[in-house]
């Protein structure tokens, strides 16, 4: 796969299942994140999350999206809790789902987290083993 085609997956998926570490075991969730026009991906967490004390723990998340081809493509990187309104902004004009949520940007509830992208693989059904892919920011 392509690293064109791993962006492409990443954008059409809507969801994508989202793990971090808790302790030592590891604890996924399903999530809505969004891969910007400049390929940063970020993700809205509710304020009460679990997920946000398990970031600011141990930064290592890894994000796996999935096609109903069964084409994936699983992001390792660094979660990273952040105020950025601009980018709260993006996620809020771009996923609807947020409105049931959240108030607003505003809604001190909404909690962003940045994924600094250290790694991406992809494979498709036909791949013999998964490929290294780029997913330039």
């Not at 809020?92 to 001190?108: A, T």
């Not at 940045?114 to 991406?120: G, L, Q």
């Not at 013999?128 to 330039?136: F, L």
Request: net charge negative.
């Amino acid at each position: 796969m392509t690293s064109d085609e791993a962006v492409d997956l990443i954008r059409d998926a809507g969801f994508g299942m989202l793990a971090t570490v808790e302790g030592n075991q590891p604890r996924v969730r399903p999530m809505m994140p969004y891969l910007t026009e400049d390929n940063e991906l970020i993700v809205a967490l509710l304020g009460r999350s679990r997920t946000i004390t398990q970031v600011k723990a141990n930064e290592n998340i890894e994000i796996c999206f999935v096609d109903r081809k069964m084409w994936y493509c699983r992001i390792a990187g660094k979660g990273i809790i952040s105020e950025d309104k601009e980018k709260k902004e993006i996620l809020w004009n771009n996923i609807p789902m947020l409105k049931q949520y959240f108030g607003g940007i505003e809604d001190p509830n909404f909690v962003l987290m940045e994924v600094k992208i250290t790694e991406a693989e992809a494979m498709t059904p036909h791949d013999k083993t998964p490929t290294q892919v780029e997913i330039k920011n």
